[in-house]
């Protein structure tokens, strides 16, 4: 079981504001339901509950570490068992001690959205959304179109493909800040000319490594500059079979 002051070792690399008991505790209980949630339902291939903290909830963390800034409103697509989204969310609530941020969960999966409805209630979340569906239905309507400070995602899909579906939830002066592996240079350069039609602008890499034996990483800053065309996202077989470049 990882400890209050454990955590804090292994977040300490990433040069974070010190997080307080409460919200730890947040952590653990979030831990325990995805481990206990996770023999009988696949949500993550992390089993280990130690290995959440180190490889979910720290990496996840990372977003922070590369901003230094609090959005009031953000999206994260393709979220999963809640990575990066609800971390950030645990850890924006700390930092700003009011629960204000707005973090809406969007992920094509429904089971993964129930968990993170139980998951949301059982920490007494506020302003959380978690929403079963189709990024690139999702981002063509009003509600969600541009109405987004920053989106994140991490593992969903080839930058390329990725940038398209999660750009148009950005608004303009907005960031987009997804995962990436330290070994994208190819993806990211190939991604540039696609980024650019979307509105967007690669304006920073942050490269980190929350544990010895785990490759470094890398959070990407995309700037959102100029509103999205209305002719994207396209659907989903045609990003993928011609994506954007
Ligand atoms: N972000 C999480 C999950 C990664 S797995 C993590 O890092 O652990 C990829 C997830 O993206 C899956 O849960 C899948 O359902 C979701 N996904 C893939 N394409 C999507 C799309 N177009 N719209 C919504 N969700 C999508």
């Not at 707005?102 to 968990?115: E, G, M, P, S, Y």
Request: charged share 25%; with cysteine.
């Amino acid at each position: 079981m990882v400890d209050y002051q454990t955590f804090l070792q292994i977040i300490h690399p990433l040069g974070l504001p010190t997080i307080s008991p409460a919200a730890f505790e947040r952590f653990t209980v979030y831990a325990q339901m995805l481990c206990e949630k996770n023999k009988v339902m696949n949500l993550t291939a992390i089993r280990d509950e130690d290995e959440v903290f180190v490889r979910h909830f720290a990496d996840s963390l990372a977003v922070y570490a590369a901003r230094k800034e609090i959005p009031g409103r953000l999206i994260d697509v393709g979220c999963g068992a809640g990575f990066p989204g609800l971390p950030l969310k645990i850890l924006f609530d700390d930092l700003r001690g009011d629960g204000e941020t707005k973090l809406t969960l969007l992920d094509a999966t429904r089971k993964k959205i129930d968990f993170l409805a139980g998951v949301s209630k059982a920490l007494s979340l506020k302003n959380v959304t978690p929403i079963a569906g189709r990024a690139e239905d999702l981002a063509a309507l009003p509600a969600h179109r541009e109405r987004y400070d920053w989106a994140v995602s991490r593992a969903v899909a080839d930058l390329r493909v990725l940038a398209e579906i999660s750009l148009p939830f950005v608004r303009v002066g907005g960031q987009f800040v997804p995962h990436k592996s330290d070994r994208s240079d190819e993806e990211i350069d190939a991604a540039r000319g696609g980024i650019a039609k979307l509105g967007g602008r690669l304006v920073d890499q942050y490269v980190y490594t929350i544990a010895p034996d785990a490759p470094s990483s890398r959070v990407l800053t995309i700037a959102k500059h100029a509103a999205t065309p209305k002719e994207f996202p396209r659907a989903y077989a045609r990003i993928k079979a011609r994506p954007l470049s």
